[in-house]
C-alpha cells in the first residue's frame, strides 16, 4: 500500500537558517504529492504540490522537487522565520484519481525557530 | 477565508454525553473526510464519504458515527463521551483529482 516516510522530529533552527525535511514515499503509479502545513491551534493548509516527476512545488519561499528516481519530495527553504513554526505534512494522492483516491499522509514534523 | 467550517472550536464536555461536532463546506465538493489528530500530531482517518448518503469507516476505529444527508454537511456523532475520546478532530473535504481542505477543528475534552 501507499505510505509517506518523514524525518524524526522536532527540528529547532535559529531564524534565518537553512530548512530541509526529509520526505520519501511508496506508491503505485505516479502520485501527487503534497506539503501542508499546520500553525498552532489551526487546520492544515496547503502548502505547496507537485503532480509529476521533476516539478518544483513553490510557495512563501518553501521549494519541494518531485523526484522519481529517489521516491523523495524533500521540503526546503533558504532563510527560516520565526513565523514559519508549525507542523509540516507530506502527503501522496495515488493515481488513478477517482473514488477511492485518498490522501496517505506522513506523521508530521514540529518545526521551531528561534529569534 | 475558510470555505470549511468546524464548529465548535473547542469543546469541554462531561462523561456520558452525548455530542455531534459540525462540519460544513460550501465548495461543492463531494469528498469529506475526518481525523482524529493525536497528542504528537499524527493523523488518523476515522471516518469518509464520497457523497450523499455514502459513509465508510477510516483506518482508525472509533466508536463515532457519521452521517451526510447533504452535500455541505457531515457530523460526527459520539453517543456517549469518554476521556479517551480527548483529542483534535479535523474535517477536510476535496474534488477528485486535487488535495484537500481542512476545517480549523474541534479540540474535544471530555472528563
Known amino acids: 500500500g501507499d505510505s509517506v516516510t518523514q524525518m524524526e522530529g522536532p527540528v529547532t533552527l535559529s531564524e534565518e537558517a537553512f530548512l530541509t525535511i526529509n520526505c520519501t514515499y511508496t506508491a503505485t503509479g505516479y502520485p501527487s504529492l503534497f506539503w501542508y502545513v499546520q500553525y498552532p491551534g489551526e487546520g492544515l493548509q496547503l502548502l505547496l504540490k507537485?503532480?509529476?516527476?521533476?516539478d518544483k512545488g513553490s510557495n512563501k519561499g518553501f521549494e519541494a522537487t518531485y523526484r522519481k528516481e529517489t521516491t523523495s519530495f524533500h521540503l526546503e527553504k533558504g532563510s527560516v522565520q520565526v513565523s514559519d513554526s508549525a507542523v509540516y505534512f507530506c502527503a501522496l494522492r495515488s493515481r488513478p484519481t477517482g473514488a477511492n483516491s485518498k490522501l496517505t499522509f506522513g506523521k508530521g514534523i514540529t518545526l521551531s525557530v528561534r529569534p | 477565508e475558510a470555505d470549511i467550517y468546524q464548529t465548535p472550536r473547542y469543546l469541554v464536555i462531561g462523561t456520558g454525553k452525548k455530542i455531534t461536532l459540525e462540519c460544513s463546506q460550501t465548495?461543492?465538493?463531494?469528498?469529506m473526510y475526518w481525523y482524529q489528530q493525536d497528542p504528537g500530531m499524527e493523523l488518523h482517518l476515522i471516518h469518509y464519504?464520497?457523497?450523499?448518503?455514502?459513509?465508510e469507516k477510516g483506518d482508525l476505529s472509533s466508536e463515532s458515527t457519521v452521517s451526510r444527508i447533504r452535500t455541505e454537511h457531515f457530523p460526527l456523532t459520539l453517543e456517549s463521551a469518554r476521556p479517551s475520546h480527548t483529542s483534535q478532530y479535523l474535517c477536510?473535504?476535496?474534488?477528485?483529482?486535487?488535495?484537500?481542505?481542512f476545517g480549523s477543528g474541534t479540540r474535544l475534552t471530555v472528563v
Open positions: 507537485a503532480t509529476k516527476a521533476d
Open positions: 477536510a473535504s476535496s474534488e477528485a483529482s486535487y488535495g484537500y481542505t
Open positions: 464519504s464520497y457523497g450523499v448518503n455514502s459513509t
Open positions: 465548495m461543492g465538493h463531494d469528498k
